[in-house]
């Protein structure tokens, strides 16, 4: 790992993100203390905006909250930036490394790559569970597309549907901000990495910007359900459990195979066949009214998306190589195609 300047230590270092996290927190829970003797400023906690979501529709019922994006939505996801590498390198450092070395992997390029997939597994299990229960609360459940459509613009949303996709957002800036400043030793399919991620996140932040969260929710549960039975996969293979990696691929490319393509490919027809079934008055360009959907936009949608898919293509290649390596060694020595690189004597 490369050495950062120390504008950027808490990228690397859990300790000084720890640091940095508890600062606006600190000074909320000073405010919240000296706010009932100033009750008569009317002033509100300007702390909270960067840990907790902002924006409640006023309008809405206080039984079933609704929120809007606001421009304080940049701090909340600069926070949750700061969270992931805290959160980030407390799991690789704390958890995953000592894990490693119990289960006897010795040499440093593996214990940092077996800690990458470590938090790979608990990161996208978490958020594609977590993204699973958002859609089970929402008209798009289980990839009901013509919802994503429907009454648009859906710019009021519910208060765990914005801070998840925040979260998300936050998460991908973490991990562009990693592959760009090279903090991680690069695979051999950097450049298609560093595509993902700039394509993700072109995704993301014209989603929430267009008023497109159902969607990008759909985008996120087939994207993060996989890679955690990939990351899985990977951790199998690393401690050398051979029957178990195995299967675990099995399952894998299953999965792989249902979300990342059917469920993708779904959703793109569904850009492709059913953009006309935004009402009539929000096919127009006015932010003002929420609404930003005109006929050009199903291009600008539906691109990135068939990029993402062939990126996803790619790798499904890759994949296959593996199983049929496999195959082909009697099911003793498969490993990832996606190469770590590590240049030790292929270790």
Same mark, same amino acid.
């Given at each position: 790992?490369?050495?950062?300047?120390?504008?950027?230590r808490?990228?690397?270092?859990?300790?000084?993100?720890?640091?940095?996290?508890?600062?606006?927190?600190?000074l909320?829970?000073i405010?919240?203390?000296?706010?009932p003797?100033?009750?008569?400023l009317?002033?509100?906690?300007? &702390?909270?905006?960067?840990?907790?979501?902002?924006?409640?529709?006023?309008?809405?019922?206080?039984?079933?909250?609704?929120?809007?994006?606001?421009?304080?939505?940049?701090?909340?996801?600069?926070?949750?930036?700061?969270?992931?590498?805290? &959160?980030?390198?407390?799991?690789?450092?704390s958890?995953?490394?000592?894990?490693?070395?119990?289960?006897?992997?010795?040499?440093?390029?593996?214990?940092?790559?077996?800690?990458?997939?470590?938090?790979?597994?608990?990161?996208?299990?978490l958020?594609g569970?977590?993204?699973?229960?958002?859609?089970?609360?929402?008209p798009?459940?289980?990839?009901?597309?013509?919802?994503?459509? #429907?009454?648009?613009?859906?710019?009021?949303?519910?208060?765990?549907?914005?801070?998840?996709?925040?979260?998300?957002?936050? !998460?991908?800036? !973490?991990?562009?901000?990693?592959?760009?400043?090279? #903090?991680?030793?690069?695979?051999s399919d950097?450049?298609?990495?560093?595509?993902?991620?700039?394509?993700t996140?072109?995704?993301?932040?014209?989603?929430?910007?267009?008023?497109?969260?159902?969607?990008?929710n759909?985008?996120f549960?087939?994207?993060?359900?996989?890679?955690?039975?990939?990351?899985?996969?990977?951790?199998?293979?690393? #401690?050398?459990?051979?029957?178990?990696?195995?299967?675990?691929?099995?399952? &894998?490319?299953?999965?792989?195979?249902?979300?990342? !393509?059917?469920?993708?490919?779904?959703?793109?027809?569904?850009?492709?066949?059913?953009?006309?079934?935004?009402?009539? !008055?929000?096919q127009?360009w006015?932010?003002?009214?929420?609404?930003?959907?005109?006929?050009?936009?199903?291009?600008?949608?539906?691109?990135?998306?068939?990029?993402?898919?062939?990126?996803?293509?790619?790798?499904?290649?890759?994949?296959?190589?593996?199983?049929?390596?496999?195959?082909?060694?009697?099911?003793?020595?498969?490993?990832?195609?996606?190469?770590?690189?590590?240049?030790?004597?292929?270790?």
């Amino acid at each position: 790992m490369r050495t950062v300047s120390p504008w950027l230590r808490w990228v690397v270092d859990p300790v000084a993100a720890f640091k940095l996290l508890l600062v606006p927190v600190f000074l909320y829970f000073i405010w919240e203390l000296l706010t009932p003797r100033l009750d008569f400023l009317g002033l509100s906690n300007p &702390f909270g905006i960067l840990f907790l979501i902002s924006s409640k529709v006023p309008t809405s019922d206080p039984a079933d909250p609704r929120y809007a994006k606001s421009w304080s939505d940049l701090l909340f996801i600069a926070y949750y930036v700061l969270f992931s590498a805290c &959160f980030r390198q407390t799991v690789v450092v704390s958890l995953c490394r000592p894990v490693a070395k119990y289960f006897g992997i010795k040499k440093e390029a593996k214990l940092v790559r077996f800690g990458e997939q470590g938090y790979s597994v608990i990161y996208f299990a978490l958020f594609g569970g977590w993204g699973y229960r958002v859609m089970s609360q929402l008209p798009t459940w289980w990839y009901r597309t013509e919802y994503f459509w #429907l009454d648009y613009p859906h710019w009021d949303m519910k208060p765990e549907l914005k801070r998840y996709y925040l979260m998300q957002t936050a !998460h991908w800036t !973490h991990e562009f901000l990693i592959l760009v400043l090279r #903090l991680e030793r690069p695979r051999s399919d950097y450049y298609e990495f560093i595509a993902h991620h700039i394509v993700t996140l072109w995704l993301v932040g014209w989603g929430y910007m267009l008023n497109l969260t159902l969607i990008g929710n759909a985008v996120f549960l087939s994207m993060d359900i996989p890679d955690a039975f990939f990351a899985f996969s990977k951790v199998m293979n690393y #401690l050398q459990f051979k029957f178990a990696k195995v299967v675990s691929l099995a399952i &894998f490319t299953c999965v792989w195979t249902y979300f990342r !393509h059917y469920l993708s490919l779904v959703i793109l027809w569904s850009v492709a066949t059913e953009f006309d079934l935004i009402p009539a !008055h929000a096919q127009r360009w006015d932010p003002a009214d929420g609404t930003y959907l005109v006929w050009w936009m199903k291009y600008q949608i539906f691109v990135p998306l068939a990029l993402l898919q062939w990126l996803n293509i790619f790798w499904y290649y890759l994949i296959w190589r593996v199983i049929a390596r496999a195959v082909m060694t009697s099911l003793t020595d498969a490993d990832d195609d996606r190469s770590d690189d590590e240049g030790e004597g292929g270790d």
